[in-house]
């Protein structure tokens, strides 16, 4: 069994002492405490003020509950949503990030499942509290750290903790969190057609952290894009690596998310962290002009493959930033891989996903666990400190995903990619040796999908595809056979959103009077995706 890892680095993690998410927030607090720490919807505030509010709110979790249960988040982009998920860090708990679009059974389970005894709730997740308090298995208490308690929560009967409740408090004195203890819990989709849940331990975490700051050269001079929803994990590294390093975070607004090329300007940002198919709406809307983004020093992107086309482009956006292609699997901590662009090193099909980190290690086998050294593809697997322990109370799926090697001691995480090692650019990526994908940067298990359509449709002949084909797609379409003569597309449409999330909803469904098999008797996705692609330039 060969492992690789990356040489010639000093440990991170002791170089910078960080061991925790409320360790790295602190690091950024005594850099600049009176600088800005965040920028949304209008208001500024300073290390310092952030603190005080989310100090606050992490005194009223503590006193609310004494046994450091989680704390759900149901909000984005907004100023609760921040102070939200740093009052849970400074308090010592889990958060668990829950977005108010999200169809409201789905976030119920996963509220259930988290055991949440509080829920902090922006303006923007009003709509989606006021029936989830019914359906949560018991009604967690509602925060509201930056206004009045809104007078739904009166009707419904919640118990609620408003701005004029907290109390002005500007440190907090609690134990620092075990390494072992959970830093934050994101639901991802599942192959049995239910969300799995990751926990992210604080020694993951701070891995990460300290390798990025330093790696990545953050300093307290930094402006830094927000881009992502709160329950992707690449969040983390917006929110946790800028305050690390006491720079400032920059919220773009929902509209400006969708083409931010004025808020980079605007904002004057220095540090740019996307998925690639940002910068691909951005290329389709004419804004990767040569120099459009001269203040940029880094640019990031993970999620999905990069094109190498449009890394291309982006470069001559921002011809003064190093372009760095991350990848790295949820259950390995937001990433774990990098390949630093440089023009003209790759010329063609999809940038390369580079080398591990420091400490960290990569094995490329075949289906009985053998590594394949440079003999071609096969399934990556990854081990060390990013690593996290499994899934969430679900001992089986970890068991299936979190293995030994032939003739390793360590633990390794099977990540499903097909990649092939190259001596000069160390990991390329081919795609995956089973149904997930990705959609505009999310993971998606298309079973999980089959499943709510099956529901839907009471049906068991239906399948979803993704497209255009690749290891990046832009939307799921599906085939299904009716239960009955009168497929109702636009009804199995809206009852899939009851469902899954925008992203999963197909985005068409066709039926059809047969679903094409392989010569393994089962359903024939790579036949469907060519059909779909007739069907759709018809």
């Known amino acids: 069994m060969v492992a690789q890892g990356a040489e010639g680095f000093s440990n991170p993690t002791v170089a910078s002492g960080v061991r925790s998410l409320a360790e790295a927030w602190r690091r950024g607090l005594s850099i ?12 500024a505030l300073t290390y310092s003020e952030l603190n005080t509010v989310a100090v606050s709110l992490a005194v009223a979790f503590n006193e609310l509950d004494p046994t450091g249960a989680p704390v759900g988040v149901l909000a984005t982009r907004s100023l609760d949503a921040y102070v939200g998920c740093l009052a849970a860090v400074l308090a010592g708990r889990t958060y668990v990030p829950l977005h108010p679009e999200f169809p409201l059974e789905r976030t119920a389970g996963m509220l ?23 359906l949560a298995a018991r ?11 809104p007078g739904w929560v009166r009707a419904v009967g919640a118990e609620a903790v408003g701005a004029s409740d907290l109390r002005t408090i500007s440190t907090l004195s609690v134990a620092e969190s075990s390494d072992e203890a959970v830093a934050y819990l994101l639901f991802t989709s599942g192959s049995t057609g239910q969300p799995k849940g990751v926990g992210v331990t604080q020694a993951n975490v701070a891995a990460y952290l300290s390798h990025a700051v330093l790696s990545f050269g953050y300093s307290a001079t930094d402006r830094c894009s927000q881009m992502f929803d709160l329950t992707f994990d690449l969040s983390v590294h917006d929110l946790f690596v800028t305050w690390m390093a006491g720079a400032c975070l920059c919220v773009p607004s929902r509209r400006a998310v969708i083409a931010p090329g004025k808020f980079i300007r605007d904002e004057k940002l220095t540090v740019w962290f996307s998925v690639p198919s940002t910068a691909m709406v951005m290329d389709r809307l004419r804004m990767l002009k040569p120099n459009a983004f001269p203040s940029l020093r880094v640019s990031l992107f993970c999620g999905e493959a990069l094109s190498v086309g449009i890394a291309s482009k982006w470069s001559t ?74 899934y969430w109370d679900d001992p089986g799926r970890t068991a299936a995903s979190f293995v030994t090697l032939p003739g390793s001691p360590d633990r390794w995480y099977r990540t499903g990619d097909l990649v092939e090692r190259s001596a000069s650019d160390g990991l390329r990526y081919h795609g995956r040796i089973d149904d997930q994908v990705q959609v505009l940067g999310f993971r998606v298990e298309l079973v999980e999908v089959d499943a709510a359509l099956r529901a839907v449709l009471e049906t068991e002949s239906a399948v979803a595809v993704a ?72």
């Open 32 to 43: 600049s405490p009176s600088a800005t720490a965040l920028r949304v919807d209008g208001v």
């Open 112 to 134: 259930r499942r988290s055991g949440a005894v509080a829920v902090v709730v922006g303006p923007e997740g009003d709509s989606a509290a006021e029936p989830l308090v019914a």
């Open 139 to 149: 009604g967690p208490v509602l925060c509201f750290p930056t206004r009045e308690v």
């Open 317 to 390: 956006a921002a011809p003064n930033a190093s372009l760095h292609n991350l990848y790295g699997p949820t259950e390995a901590t937001i990433a774990i891989t990098a390949f630093e662009w440089v023009p003209g090193r790759v010329q063609e099909g999809i940038v390369p996903i580079g080398d591990p980190f420091p400490g960290h290690h990569i094995a490329v086998v075949d289906p009985s666990g053998n590594d394949v050294g440079i003999a071609g593809p096969g399934e990556l697997c990854l081990a060390g400190p990013q690593v996290t322990p499994g």
């Open 467 to 538: 497209y255009p084909p690749g290891p990046t797609a832009e939307a799921v379409y599906a085939f299904a056979i009716a239960a009955d003569d009168e497929g109702n597309e636009a009804a199995a449409i809206a009852k899939c959103r009851e469902r899954l999330p925008a992203y999963m909803v197909p985005h068409r469904v066709f039926f059809v009077d047969t679903l094409p098999l392989n010569s393994n008797g089962k359903i024939d996705r790579v036949l469907l995706r060519s059909t779909l692609e007739k069907l759709l330039h018809v």
